[in-house]
């Protein structure tokens, strides 16, 4: 949708409040029907509906007695985000000061008065609207309107009142009547609050989960509401009625579930599930085929915890506990699963105790209790990771958290699908990572492997056709853990904190704490001491050892001030710092600071290669040019037509279309200055011929369709716009940064092997982690290859070429971006010699011209020059074929060979 801003109040909401794109397309066509509908509650919807369709004709119909707009937008796009942007505009645009939100369930009910009343609270919805930071909105609620209104809040007219209520609150009784409470006569207003609301000229109902509302009972309490404007938000536009879904009629603006996929902004659903199973064979073992789908489901699961885990410690983020969703038939089913899952057979017991069930049957303490669960399940303290629920997870229910659904009922429609769909799909990050595991949500379904297939096919199917897992039941399950390798001197630490747990003799295990906290604190001073020296060999001058001796005194003092070893620990730091310097020289490489990115230049806009306009299309004639005028007294008399002088601009042709390209953000004049005249020229020769050479007629042409033309024109250019050449810069310099730990992914129970042994294939080594190194930066590596393993060999084994030490660098190590800068190249490794350090990428013989190739080169090469400048040793980057890689060659020859 082309983005117009209809006024600054618009503008200035979408800036601030940093709204998506389908955000700020729904606030725009608010914007656009604002101008023109007559928001009061009396309003003529005949003559309301004419004026919406005009421009928004998949609104057919308001189905209401008031006027009121569907905004469809998936689940996971941010619908509370654009309620409070809704308000913000009508309220600063249109003075409006009443609003009245609905909320299906007292799930979200609980959730928007959070959103919309605390500036605390991070998913606040008017952060950084200034009108709202100094007089903030009253937020009158199902809970308190009564006190508000004997409070007189309701009296101040120079504040907003958002109400927020749902339906259950409307409809709650007064104590011994049938009146909704609501509606019962309150002696400070002189009327029933619901009488109120219905008074009020400016009342903008907004319904969340609007599909909930479309029963009669609901209707009729909106309608009597009486409200200026309505507006629905709703991830699912459509009511069930048996097994047909009916289309709202009065939707402005869809944004649907494949939409928000394609744009990234939810997880992307994969379908798991297995070739060549007949569930037909379980016909008579409902159960057994249950928990099939359950060992698969879980496996998954499993899988997908590690990955989690292991992404988020490389990439130094928050934890995500992932959970499964299981759905079932009824409540007995549910019982039934639970048992299934805390089995000890299952797992081995490991679910024993960390899953739940959540249905309509529950009441009291064990419905108060599971619901607390649900709301923490995204706490790491939180130990449930299986849900099982019966139909009762649908709207409000806000986790990021839920990676794999197990459907062991089939859904009864399309909105229960996309619903539970919907459930898993917001993202725990707030974005997609690039990573796989971290982006997609699982749903394993074992039913219909090919009707599956065929769906995905499909070009509306929500599963792509890449995105099937094929569950190989025959392959055994190889559970996984997190390992992580810390650099050797944090590693020898941690080894020495075991060690002092086995002393018996008190007063040794007390020097040993003591010895051990003093060589902590001056590794934690030494790791920040980076940008403070040239480098790390630096800190052997007595100058510098005394700066971290006084930083570590300064450290022991704030942080351990009550601590009985605080003196004894500042004197054993002077005895120790000689040699904790020199364990920290020998075990790291100097790696300056320096981040490359792409230049970012002035905005010269785009740029365009030559080409001829396709005028095909440019048949615009001049309109007609006669006035007609007929009495408005005598209907019978004939109309009087008169010619007038064709409407052209005084303004040359050429300049009228260059005008309307330029309009465009992208197309600056003076860098296709050429190329606009000459498209402009080729469309006035066009549009002369359609009008016979006429110059009036072609004048007329141009100046009344010239906004088309320049739109044409735009269109065209934007296929042959030419990419500028990449420049690649450092745009941070510190000195030297310390060494990051590894983190892999290992099989649970396995030893770490020697790099001496050898595997057969490479998939054999990419799953061990390999130990016994001794020049290594780290104790433990993982290799991606063979050559990678044998290159490590080879440094270790190799004697004559002065290696030092090297590292299998951590991911973000390194910062070296290539491909526009946004993709960050992690080198293979590092290796120090006497004379220089060098930056090692095994490649595959035959890629090595590969374009992505030589394009990280091309950043690696630019970090080396920049690292050359800072460092004391020289960098270079040493691009080496995997055949000339094996561990009896030397690393000088292949430096010698392949080195520049």
Same mark, same amino acid.
């Given at each position: 949708m082309e983005r117009k801003y209809y006024d600054n109040v618009q503008r200035t909401i979408s800036n601030v409040l940093s709204l998506r794109p389908p955000q700020a397309d729904s606030l725009q066509i608010l914007a656009d029907l604002a101008r023109t509908l007559d928001l009061h509650p009396d309003a003529d919807p005949v003559a309301e509906i004419a004026k919406v369709k005009k421009n928004y004709p998949t609104c057919a119909d308001f189905e209401r007695d008031f006027v009121s707009l569907t905004f469809a937008l998936a689940t996971g796009v941010g619908k509370t985000r654009l309620m409070g942007a809704f308000i913000a505009y009508l309220h600063m645009k249109k003075g409006i000061k009443n609003f009245f939100v609905l909320a299906p369930n007292l799930t979200i009910y609980n959730k928007l008065i959070t959103d919309l009343s605390e500036p605390t609270h991070p998913k606040y919805v008017f952060k950084g609207i200034g009108k709202f930071v100094m007089t903030p909105p009253v937020i009158i609620t199902g809970d308190n309107y009564e006190k508000a209104s004997v409070g007189g809040l309701l009296k101040n007219d120079d504040v907003v009142h958002i109400n927020i209520f749902n339906i259950s609150k409307i409809n709650k009784k007064a104590s011994g009547t049938s009146t909704p409470k609501i509606k019962k006569l309150s002696e400070y207003i002189g009327e029933s609050y619901f009488d109120y609301l219905s008074g009020l000229d400016d009342l903008v109902v907004i319904m969340d989960e609007s599909h909930q509302y479309r029963a009669k009972r609901g209707m009729e309490v909106i309608n009597e509401l009486r409200p200026a404007i309505g507006l629905e938000l709703t991830a699912t536009p459509q009511i069930e009625k048996g097994a047909k879904s009916i289309k709202f009629k009065n939707v402005v603006y869809e944004y649907p579930l494949s939409a928000a996929m394609n744009d990234g902004y939810v997880k992307e659903p994969f379908v798991a599930t297995r070739a060549n199973f007949e569930p037909a064979d379980f016909k008579d073992r409902p159960l057994e085929l249950d928990r099939i789908k359950l060992l698969d489901g879980i496996r998954l699961h499993n899988d997908t915890r590690t990955k989690l885990d292991l992404w988020a410690r490389q990439n130094e983020q928050k934890i995500v506990k992932p959970f499964v969703l299981v759905v079932a038939k009824d409540t007995h089913h549910a019982a039934e699963i639970?048992?299934? !899952?805390?089995? @000890? =057979?299952?797992?081995?017991?490991?679910?024993?105790?960390?899953?739940?069930? /959540?249905? =309509?049957?529950?009441k009291g303490d064990e419905k108060e209790e599971n619901v607390e669960q649900l709301l923490t399940l995204e =706490?790491?303290?939180?130990? /449930?990771?299986?849900?099982?629920?019966?139909?009762? %997870?649908?709207?409000?229910? &806000?986790? $990021?958290? %839920?990676? *794999?659904?197990?459907?062991? #009922?089939? @859904?009864? =429609?399309? $909105?229960? *699908?996309?619903? *539970? !769909?919907? #459930?898993? !799909? #917001? !993202?725990?990050?707030?974005k997609r990572v690039g990573d796989t595991h971290v982006d997609r949500l699982t749903i394993v379904h074992h039913d219909?492997? &090919?009707?599956?297939?065929?769906?995905?096919?499909?070009?509306? @199917?929500?599963?792509? #056709?890449?995105?099937?897992?094929t569950i190989d039941a025959s392959a055994n399950y190889v559970p996984k853990e997190v390992f992580e390798s810390y650099s050797n001197v944090e590693t020898e630490i941690k080894k020495e904190e075991k060690r002092i747990e086995t002393i018996a003799d008190e007063s040794d295990k007390k020097t040993a704490k003591v010895n051990l906290g003093a060589k902590k604190i001056l590794h934690e001073v030494i790791m920040q001491s980076g940008s403070d020296t040239a480098s790390s060999a630096h800190l052997r001058i007595g100058e510098q050892k005394a700066k971290l001796l006084a930083k570590a005194k300064e450290k022991l003092m704030s942080r351990d001030q009550n601590s009985l070893f605080v003196e004894e620990e500042i004197k054993a730091c002077a005895l120790i710092i000689d040699q904790t310097v020199e364990d920290h020289i020998q075990n790291t490489i100097d790696i300056p600071r320096i981040t490359i990115t792409p230049k970012e230049g002035e905005d010269d806009g785009l740029s365009f290669s030559d080409f001829d306009l396709d005028v095909k299309n440019f048949t615009f004639g001049p309109g007609t040019n006669e006035i007609i005028t007929k009495s408005l007294e005598k209907s019978d008399k004939q109309a009087e037509r008169l010619t007038a002088k064709m409407y052209r601009s005084n303004e040359p042709l050429t300049h009228q279309i260059i005008g309307a390209v330029i309009n465009a953000d992208d197309i600056l004049y003076d860098a296709n200055k050429a190329l606009l005249f000459k498209l402009a020229n080729q469309a006035i020769k066009k549009i002369s011929e359609v009008n016979g050479g006429d110059e009036d007629a072609t004048a007329s042409a141009v100046s009344r369709k010239v906004r088309d033309i320049g739109d044409m024109i735009t269109e065209q250019m934007r296929k042959h716009k030419e990419e500028p050449p990449l420049e690649l810069i450092p745009t941070v310099v510190e000195n030297y940064v310390p060494i990051k730990k590894q983190t892999f992914e290992k099989i649970k129970g396995e030893p770490v092997y020697p790099y001496t042994q050898s595997f057969e294939t490479a998939s054999e080594i990419r799953s061990k982690v390999f130990g016994g190194f001794k020049k290594s930066c780290h104790p433990e590596y993982k290799f991606d290859s063979k050559t990678e393993k044998d290159f490590a060999t080879l440094l270790e084994n190799d004697s004559q070429s002065g290696i030092i030490k090297w590292l299998r660098p951590a991911p973000k190590q390194f910062a070296i971006y290539w491909d526009k800068g946004s993709k960050l190249y992690e080198p293979d490794f590092i290796v120090e010699t006497n004379e220089a350090i060098y930056m090692v990428e095994p490649k595959m013989k035959k890629e090595m011209e590969a374009a992505d190739v030589l394009a990280k080169k091309k950043a690696a090469d630019l970090y080396c020059k920049y690292a050359t400048e800072f460092a004391i040793k020289p960098w270079k980057y040493l691009l080496i074929p995997h055949d000339a890689i094996a561990p009896s060659k030397d690393f000088s020859f292949l430096v010698k060979i392949h080195g520049k």
């Amino acid at each position: 949708m082309e983005r117009k801003y209809y006024d600054n109040v618009q503008r200035t909401i979408s800036n601030v409040l940093s709204l998506r794109p389908p955000q700020a397309d729904s606030l725009q066509i608010l914007a656009d029907l604002a101008r023109t509908l007559d928001l009061h509650p009396d309003a003529d919807p005949v003559a309301e509906i004419a004026k919406v369709k005009k421009n928004y004709p998949t609104c057919a119909d308001f189905e209401r007695d008031f006027v009121s707009l569907t905004f469809a937008l998936a689940t996971g796009v941010g619908k509370t985000r654009l309620m409070g942007a809704f308000i913000a505009y009508l309220h600063m645009k249109k003075g409006i000061k009443n609003f009245f939100v609905l909320a299906p369930n007292l799930t979200i009910y609980n959730k928007l008065i959070t959103d919309l009343s605390e500036p605390t609270h991070p998913k606040y919805v008017f952060k950084g609207i200034g009108k709202f930071v100094m007089t903030p909105p009253v937020i009158i609620t199902g809970d308190n309107y009564e006190k508000a209104s004997v409070g007189g809040l309701l009296k101040n007219d120079d504040v907003v009142h958002i109400n927020i209520f749902n339906i259950s609150k409307i409809n709650k009784k007064a104590s011994g009547t049938s009146t909704p409470k609501i509606k019962k006569l309150s002696e400070y207003i002189g009327e029933s609050y619901f009488d109120y609301l219905s008074g009020l000229d400016d009342l903008v109902v907004i319904m969340d989960e609007s599909h909930q509302y479309r029963a009669k009972r609901g209707m009729e309490v909106i309608n009597e509401l009486r409200p200026a404007i309505g507006l629905e938000l709703t991830a699912t536009p459509q009511i069930e009625k048996g097994a047909k879904s009916i289309k709202f009629k009065n939707v402005v603006y869809e944004y649907p579930l494949s939409a928000a996929m394609n744009d990234g902004y939810v997880k992307e659903p994969f379908v798991a599930t297995r070739a060549n199973f007949e569930p037909a064979d379980f016909k008579d073992r409902p159960l057994e085929l249950d928990r099939i789908k359950l060992l698969d489901g879980i496996r998954l699961h499993n899988d997908t915890r590690t990955k989690l885990d292991l992404w988020a410690r490389q990439n130094e983020q928050k934890i995500v506990k992932p959970f499964v969703l299981v759905v079932a038939k009824d409540t007995h089913h549910a019982a039934e699963i639970k048992n299934i !899952l805390e089995d @000890s =057979s299952f797992y081995n017991g490991y679910y024993q105790g960390k899953v739940m069930e /959540i249905h =309509s049957n529950q009441k009291g303490d064990e419905k108060e209790e599971n619901v607390e669960q649900l709301l923490t399940l995204e =706490s790491p303290e939180n130990k /449930i990771e299986v849900v099982i629920h019966v139909n009762m %997870l649908k709207e409000g229910w &806000d986790v $990021t958290n %839920l990676y *794999t659904i197990i459907p062991l #009922r089939t @859904s009864a =429609s399309k $909105t229960l *699908t996309e619903q *539970t !769909l919907g #459930r898993g !799909l #917001r !993202l725990p990050y707030g974005k997609r990572v690039g990573d796989t595991h971290v982006d997609r949500l699982t749903i394993v379904h074992h039913d219909k492997y &090919d009707a599956i297939i065929d769906a995905a096919n499909k070009e509306d @199917s929500l599963i792509k #056709r890449g995105n099937i897992i094929t569950i190989d039941a025959s392959a055994n399950y190889v559970p996984k853990e997190v390992f992580e390798s810390y650099s050797n001197v944090e590693t020898e630490i941690k080894k020495e904190e075991k060690r002092i747990e086995t002393i018996a003799d008190e007063s040794d295990k007390k020097t040993a704490k003591v010895n051990l906290g003093a060589k902590k604190i001056l590794h934690e001073v030494i790791m920040q001491s980076g940008s403070d020296t040239a480098s790390s060999a630096h800190l052997r001058i007595g100058e510098q050892k005394a700066k971290l001796l006084a930083k570590a005194k300064e450290k022991l003092m704030s942080r351990d001030q009550n601590s009985l070893f605080v003196e004894e620990e500042i004197k054993a730091c002077a005895l120790i710092i000689d040699q904790t310097v020199e364990d920290h020289i020998q075990n790291t490489i100097d790696i300056p600071r320096i981040t490359i990115t792409p230049k970012e230049g002035e905005d010269d806009g785009l740029s365009f290669s030559d080409f001829d306009l396709d005028v095909k299309n440019f048949t615009f004639g001049p309109g007609t040019n006669e006035i007609i005028t007929k009495s408005l007294e005598k209907s019978d008399k004939q109309a009087e037509r008169l010619t007038a002088k064709m409407y052209r601009s005084n303004e040359p042709l050429t300049h009228q279309i260059i005008g309307a390209v330029i309009n465009a953000d992208d197309i600056l004049y003076d860098a296709n200055k050429a190329l606009l005249f000459k498209l402009a020229n080729q469309a006035i020769k066009k549009i002369s011929e359609v009008n016979g050479g006429d110059e009036d007629a072609t004048a007329s042409a141009v100046s009344r369709k010239v906004r088309d033309i320049g739109d044409m024109i735009t269109e065209q250019m934007r296929k042959h716009k030419e990419e500028p050449p990449l420049e690649l810069i450092p745009t941070v310099v510190e000195n030297y940064v310390p060494i990051k730990k590894q983190t892999f992914e290992k099989i649970k129970g396995e030893p770490v092997y020697p790099y001496t042994q050898s595997f057969e294939t490479a998939s054999e080594i990419r799953s061990k982690v390999f130990g016994g190194f001794k020049k290594s930066c780290h104790p433990e590596y993982k290799f991606d290859s063979k050559t990678e393993k044998d290159f490590a060999t080879l440094l270790e084994n190799d004697s004559q070429s002065g290696i030092i030490k090297w590292l299998r660098p951590a991911p973000k190590q390194f910062a070296i971006y290539w491909d526009k800068g946004s993709k960050l190249y992690e080198p293979d490794f590092i290796v120090e010699t006497n004379e220089a350090i060098y930056m090692v990428e095994p490649k595959m013989k035959k890629e090595m011209e590969a374009a992505d190739v030589l394009a990280k080169k091309k950043a690696a090469d630019l970090y080396c020059k920049y690292a050359t400048e800072f460092a004391i040793k020289p960098w270079k980057y040493l691009l080496i074929p995997h055949d000339a890689i094996a561990p009896s060659k030397d690393f000088s020859f292949l430096v010698k060979i392949h080195g520049k």
